[in-house]
């Protein structure tokens, strides 16, 4: 009990700060960020010319002719947090706090006079108007969805991971809510396999045989496979799981996000399972037997994690995604 409480205090306190210094950060911005974008940019103008830099920019943002905002696009000023439920409300529904504050800690540093559109949330269709996203449906085309780093508390924890691979529990792990039916599809088939500790941990199900507690990051991280399995749209413990020294297990994503998911390459940074999951026993065997193929795969995955922890270089990439969005819409011209 004492460990539990300590884990949560410890998230409630990242989660207080998360708030606190985003708040005080969009409460002084007409002082600190206002206008300041076009000066940001120029001085960062080293940056803004490295071929990683501009291909990630493309990458996030395909857009590559004019266009209009649509009827629905709102300016930043009308751009609001309801202190009352601590939400915005877009289209009859309520949108998280987070995506409110991760999407003006950057347009912040534009103010006002600004139109743009969004669409917050777990996004697994095209937008019918160029908008900003979380996530979207990965296709080879152009996009109308325009990704940035948003609910990036949830979604980009990385691991502190101080145990080997080798040293790691033989066997596959899966912790999750399973509300959707390829999450469910995959417990029931894959939870009584040998050498796998796999569950639903949605409290609806206990007493059923695929039932299983919850557990921790750090308790999935003494497995040497840990499989990621899409929710809604992306699996948020993917990016941990890169970030670790354990060995990733995934089917072809369908969704992505700032992550850009739709760039991984199977057996490079992941393990490819079928879209069935049948031969998660074939892969086990497979790495067990060839732990080198297995480092191999770690290392490219954490190499990709790398690329996202610069957080100078985060920022700056979230500010050119926005301005070329605001060049092409035709309302501003600086960068």
């Not at 003494?222 to 060995?247: C, F, H, P, R």
């Not at 790398?306 to 501003?332: H, P, T």
């Amino acid at each position: 009990m004492p460990h539990f409480k300590y884990r949560l205090s410890r998230v409630s306190a990242k989660k207080f700060w998360y708030y606190f210094s985003n708040a005080s950060s969009h409460f002084l911005a007409r002082a600190t960020k206002h206008g300041r974008a076009e000066a940001f940019l120029k001085r960062k103008g080293h940056h803004c010319s490295r071929q990683d830099v501009l291909d990630r920019l493309n990458y996030y943002n395909s857009i590559s002719e004019t266009f209009g905002p649509s009827g629905n696009a709102v300016e930043y000023s009308n751009f609001l947090l309801e202190s009352s439920t601590s939400t915005i409300q877009r289209k009859d529904r309520n949108i998280g706090s987070t995506y409110f504050y991760d999407l003006v800690d950057l347009m912040d540093y534009f103010g006002p006079g600004y139109n743009f559109d969004y669409d917050c949330g777990d996004v697994i269709t095209e937008p019918t108007a160029p908008a900003f996203v979380k996530s979207r449906p990965i296709k080879n085309s152009s996009h109308n969805g325009i990704l940035l780093k948003l609910d990036a508390i949830r979604h980009f924890s990385f691991a502190r991971d101080n145990i080997d691979f080798a040293d790691k529990k033989s066997m596959a792990v899966f912790r999750g809510p399973c509300h959707q039916e390829h999450r469910q599809a995959f417990v029931e088939r894959c939870h009584d396999l040998p050498n796998v500790d796999i569950g639903d941990i949605r409290k609806s199900v206990q007493g059923k045989a695929f039932y299983k507690a919850p557990m921790t990051i750090a308790e999935q991280l003494q497995y040497k496979y840990i499989v990621s399995v899409e929710g809604n749209d992306v699996a948020t413990n993917l990016k941990w799981i890169m970030s670790s020294n354990s060995l990733c297990f995934m089917r072809r994503p369908r969704y992505e996000t700032w992550f850009m998911e739709g760039r991984l390459i199977p057996d490079v940074h992941y393990v490819l399972l079928k879209d069935d999951f049948s031969d998660l026993q074939e892969k086990m065997e497979h790495y067990q037997k060839f732990p080198g193929d297995a480092l191999r795969i770690i290392r490219n995955a954490n190499q990709w994690v790398a690329q996202f922890l610069n957080r100078d270089q985060e920022r700056l990439l979230g500010l050119m995604v926005i301005a070329k969005y605001f060049r092409l819409s035709g309302q501003q011209a600086f960068w």
